[in-house]
């Protein structure tokens, strides 16, 4: 936009976004808006707007605009400018106390929280702002509690490039300010007791303020606020929007105590407020108010996690009394399983602590608490009585049950796994007569547990074993569910009890033949192969025609390859003459479909897919789990058949070159298969190469990449096969540096970045001198210091670990004979791109990615401190020496600092302190 537009236009392109009936013209001024919003011109023009005050749809695009300049483009503004447009944005805030312009005040209050945090002339904004809005009109009040609100909920926005050293001066002022606000906020409820709606405000805002921990305990603990709230939570008629803002006030209360000894005054108020709250939660259930009930249940948790190492340090102590779990216990004890659920990640953190402890006491002490909190998650598990059929594993409840699943695996160790198992067992023997559903929730839990069933139990499992197979004909099919999945958790077990196997087998056999019970019948017997492989081999045949006929059942995909795995598990253990037979009778089933698929003339008989990538799914998956035992001399007998099926493979190729969908599957059925036979596919090496290179030249997918970086792995190591896997990259190379230098190429393509230097790093690996010698080098280094800023896990890890096998090339000694001229050759690498790695690598870490990528870069860091510590030190300064130390006026990194860093990084002997470092130093640009 060259030039200013007339604000008259500007208000005609928001009134078209927001009622003109033509999508196209509504799109049409989207994007003009959008362009609008991009220049230097909307920051005045917004202003204009909002002292117009046409309509509120105009108003708020205004102030939103306002919000995001601040946010992103708050370096367009001169320094001068800064105090004009914080008087404006108050000024507006000023004149829109009519509560139809709320959603507009909310975004200007956002505003002026982000123009404080990067203004950095503007001194005590929240005094400041307290002195212009309190005496000035009293009608401004619930304008001045949403300000102070969103004040400290900004100190951590991440839209927000502050700095660590911002950051934590603006904490500090709003520390100097916490007592001035909270003898605000404490005469604000005071005076307006009867306002619930404010009053929920005023809560809110003191939740923002306890969250950044600012708050001064020894004065909080003293303060009639924190009794009022007290008060509001005991009584059973306060609102419920009330409720919830004093419950989140008091959880924020609780998290704001990080070190309890600090915050004692404190801590000691609130811990005998919430222990009177018990009554008042049983007061809310016996109302049926599921929301307070909720509220109540986040409070005992939050109390639980702010004093779960005292719990465990010293049960049944001070702050330790156990009794706090007996509250969180009678919550996870509601009707409700959403009330459940909130407990879940504490009981998680609980027993990550006992474990780490080790302690058989401390196991003994906590195991009737853990015991409580497994039987209420069955009740919580039971299907509604009026459920037919199986158990619905895609909607909420059986997301839920997933969860549960999970929790019990976490806490089980407490109780035992067999423990479980047998008193979920017993408690089902116990009642006579259970209903359907008790019983299948208490299934369910033992299935949670049962691979983790001690193989030497022979009490209950096999008791178990023969209650199931022995289920009569009547029994719910949600019961033969969840009776049939246990089977296949019990797998272990039966490998040591094979007198098992065949009853089993003839029960799953028997549920593949129901439709609703396919699934999970072809699931447990998948699992059964997997584990009892050695006790199957009578059984091939049974396997073989089953598996053939996979299509014949109800199977969804997933178990239909689930059985075809387990049958090429076992078939892996037949003697090679057997293992060659039974793999062509597995192979010319799937081949032969799609052979059909590919010519045209696919079969319609039922259950037969025409879809190639089922039929390439299943040929992966034989050719990944048949891996029969080869000894020297002995030809693979996977050998033969892979060559007879290449031509139709090759085929599917040709045909479907341009479907990104097949070919992906293309590639991964040829990936398994080569893994299969190894060094013994040799002789596809050439055909397969042409094939690849010739089809990535027209339709460039990743894919062809990533299967050729599995030759360089089964054949790099190979001279003979060197120089032509050296010309397949440089093949590879023309098309894929066509993509990537396009405009935003690296974003626009991560999965090309990704598998082109995962075949980079694997000829590094397999044949380092061949690539390090070669020409391409001089191309590949340039654009993978290029990539290193791009925000994307797996394509960012695959350019780090080829800088990082790049200079273990130089360090680790695989074959004497060459590592001289591998270190020459990496040497020279180093002179020339030593210093721009080191300097992408930092701005990187400190401007473009997110946090959890460092550790890659910081391994890297390290291998260059293993190569050379003295030039890493050098290219570091200069990396250092490039970064900003001021912006729009805040300092981001004192020469102190820099000096730090460079001194920890430097002198760093472990790989953990590089990261720790690195994370510590780009927080200052964050």
Wanted: hydrophobic share 40%; glycine share 4%.
């Amino acid at each position: 936009m060259d030039s200013a537009p007339p604000v008259d236009t500007v208000a005609a392109a928001i009134h078209a976004l927001y009622h003109n009936p033509d999508a196209a013209e509504k799109e049409r001024a989207s994007m003009w808006l959008q362009e609008f919003q991009r220049s230097l011109f909307s920051w005045e023009i917004s202003d204009q707007l909002l002292q117009m005050k046409r309509d509120v749809e105009t108003c708020y695009f205004a102030a939103q605009t306002m919000r995001t300049k601040i946010q992103y483009s708050f370096h367009e503004l001169p320094g001068q400018s800064h105090e004009m447009l914080r008087d404006s944005l108050i000024n507006h805030m000023q004149t829109m106390s009519d509560p139809k312009f709320h959603v507009i005040t909310t975004q200007l209050c956002l505003a002026l929280a982000d123009l404080a945090l990067q203004m950095t002339q503007w001194k005590n904004s929240a005094s400041f702002l307290i002195h212009r809005f309190y005496s000035s009109n009293a009608t401004h009040m619930p304008l001045l509690i949403e300000l102070l609100t969103v004040l400290p909920e900004e100190v951590d926005s991440h839209s927000l490039r502050l700095g660590l050293n911002r950051r934590e001066e603006f904490r500090v002022e709003l520390g100097e300010a916490a007592p001035t606000v909270i003898n605000l906020l404490t005469a604000c409820s005071e005076n307006y007791l009867n306002d619930q709606r404010l009053l929920g405000k005023i809560f809110k805002c003191l939740a923002s303020w306890f969250y950044i921990r600012v708050c001064p305990s020894e004065e909080m603990s003293q303060s009639k606020i924190i009794v009022l709230l007290f008060e509001l939570l005991k009584k059973s008629d306060t609102p419920s929007m009330l409720h919830e803002a004093t419950s989140d006030c008091l959880c924020a209360a609780l998290y704001s105590m990080e070190d309890v000894e600090e915050h004692l005054p404190l801590a000691k108020v609130l811990y005998q407020g919430i222990n009177l709250l018990p009554e008042a939660y049983t007061m809310a259930v016996a109302e049926e108010d599921v929301d307070k009930c909720i509220n109540y249940c986040r409070i005992f948790t939050e109390l639980a996690e702010a004093f779960m190492e005292m719990m465990v340090e010293t049960p049944n102590q001070a702050f330790g009394d156990l009794r706090t779990l007996d509250a969180v216990l009678t919550c996870v004890g509601h009707p409700q399983s959403e009330v459940a659920e909130i407990t879940f990640n504490f009981w998680y953190r609980l027993s990550e602590i006992i474990y780490k402890r080790d302690s058989r006491e401390l196991t003994d002490l906590y195991r009737p608490y853990i015991e409580r909190l497994i039987h209420s998650l069955s009740v919580h598990c039971q299907i509604d009585t009026e459920h037919e059929g199986i158990p619905d594993e895609s909607d909420d409840f059986g997301d839920f049950r997933v969860r549960v699943s999970e929790l019990i695996k976490d806490v089980i160790f407490i109780v035992g796994s067999s423990s479980c198992f047998a008193q979920m067992f017993h408690n089902l023997a116990s009642q006579q007569g259970a209903s359907w559903e008790v019983t299948e929730a208490a299934l369910f839990i033992m299935s949670s547990v049962a691979k983790n069933v001690l193989p030497d139990e022979t009490t209950v499992v096999p008791q178990v074993m023969q209650a199931i197979i022995s289920l009569p004909e009547g029994t719910h099919r949600a019961v033969r569910y969840t009776s049939t999945r246990i089977l296949g958790e019990l797998a272990e077990w039966i490998e040591k009890h094979p007198d098992y196997l065949d009853p089993v087998l003839n029960f799953l056999m028997t549920g593949l033949r129901d439709e609703e019970l396919a699934s999970v019948s072809g699931k447990s017997i998948q699992s059964i192969c997997s584990t009892c492989q050695d006790h199957l081999q009578g059984h091939l045949e049974c396997l073989l025609n089953i598996a053939q006929a996979v299509d014949a059942f109800n199977l969804s995909g997933e178990s239909a390859l689930g059985i075809i795995k387990g049958t090429a598990l076992v078939l892996a253990r037949m003697p090679l003459d057997k293992v060659q037979d039974g793999l062509k009778r597995l192979v010319l089933v799937q081949v032969t479909s799609l052979s059909q698929i590919v010519k045209g003339e696919a079969s319609s008989k039922q259950g037969a897919s025409t879809d190639p990538v089922v039929w390439l799914d299943r040929l992966a998956t034989i050719f990944r789990h048949t891996n029969p035992q080869i000894t020297n001399g002995q030809v693979h007998p996977c050998l033969v058949v892979l060559q007879e099926i290449w031509p139709v493979l090759s085929e599917t190729c040709t045909k479907y070159q341009a479907d990104i969908r097949v070919i992906e599957r293309y590639c991964r059925c040829l990936r398994f298969a080569i893994r299969c036979i190894g060094k013994s596919a040799a002789a596809l090496l050439t055909p397969l190469v042409t094939q690849m290179v010739g089809f990535y030249q027209s339709h460039m997918h990743s894919c062809y990449l990533y299967l050729g970086s599995i030759l360089v792995d089964e054949y790099g190591r190979e001279p003979s096969c060197v120089p032509g896997l050296i010309d397949m990259l440089q093949a590879f190379m023309g098309p894929t540096y066509t993509i990537l230098q396009e405009p935003n190429g690296l974003r626009s393509h991560p999965d090309t970045v990704d598998d082109f230097f995962r075949l980079c790093t694997r000829l590094l690996q397999r044949c380092p001198l061949g690539i390090l010698q070669s020409p391409a080098m001089q191309s590949i280094l340039p654009c993978a210091i290029a990539a290193i800023t791009l925000d994307h896990r797996e394509a960012n890890a695959s350019v780090m670990k080829f800088f990082t096998e790049v200079i273990q090339c130089a360090t680790a000694k695989w074959e004497a004979e060459d590592f001289e001229r591998r270190k020459a050759a990496v040497n020279s690498i180093f002179q020339e791109y030593g210093e721009p790695l080191t300097k992408a690598m930092i701005e990187a870490c400190s401007f473009y990615l997110p946090a959890y990528r460092m550790p890659d870069h910081g391994e890297v860091i390290f291998h260059l401190l293993q190569y050379d510590r003295e030039s890493l030190s050098k290219w570091l300064e200069a990396a250092l020496q490039g970064l900003p130390t001021e912006t729009a006026g805040r300092v981001t990194a004192t020469p102190k600092q820099l000096s730090d860093f460079h001194k920890e990084l430097c002198s760093a002997e472990e790989e953990k302190i590089v990261c720790y470092a690195l994370r510590d130093f780009t927080r200052l640009y964050r």
